[in-house]
């Protein structure tokens, strides 16, 4: 079910993104849409992958003097350069 929205944007924006969407065959309510399906679906698996993150902190013990970020450039050295 469709819904009607009222935004304030500046006109020259407004502008630019209407000729955007024609050259695209689009109309901009369809650009907005999509945009707003992206942004609320990244914000849902962001609290979601979030989650699962809170809820594995702790499990593991490391040492106070490890460096994730050394052993992170290591490997990625290794997958690049054998």
């Given at each position: 079910?469709?819904?009607?929205?009222?935004?304030?944007?500046?006109?020259?924006i407004?502008?630019?993104a209407?000729?955007?969407a024609?050259?695209?065959?689009?109309?901009?309510?369809?650009?907005?849409?999509?945009?707003?399906?992206?942004?609320?679906?990244?914000?849902?698996?962001?609290?979601?992958?979030?989650?699962?993150?809170?809820?594995?902190?702790?499990?593991?013990?490391?040492?106070?003097?490890?460096?994730?970020?050394?052993?992170?450039?290591?490997?990625?050295?290794?997958?690049?350069?054998?």
């Amino acid at each position: 079910m469709n819904k009607k929205l009222t935004l304030t944007i500046e006109e020259d924006i407004v502008e630019e993104a209407k000729k955007v969407a024609s050259s695209k065959g689009r109309s901009l309510s369809s650009m907005v849409e999509d945009y707003l399906r992206v942004i609320t679906k990244n914000e849902t698996e962001t609290k979601t992958s979030s989650g699962r993150v809170k809820k594995l902190k702790g499990i593991l013990k490391v040492d106070s003097d490890f460096d994730y970020q050394k052993i992170l450039k290591e490997e990625i050295n290794k997958k690049h350069h054998g």
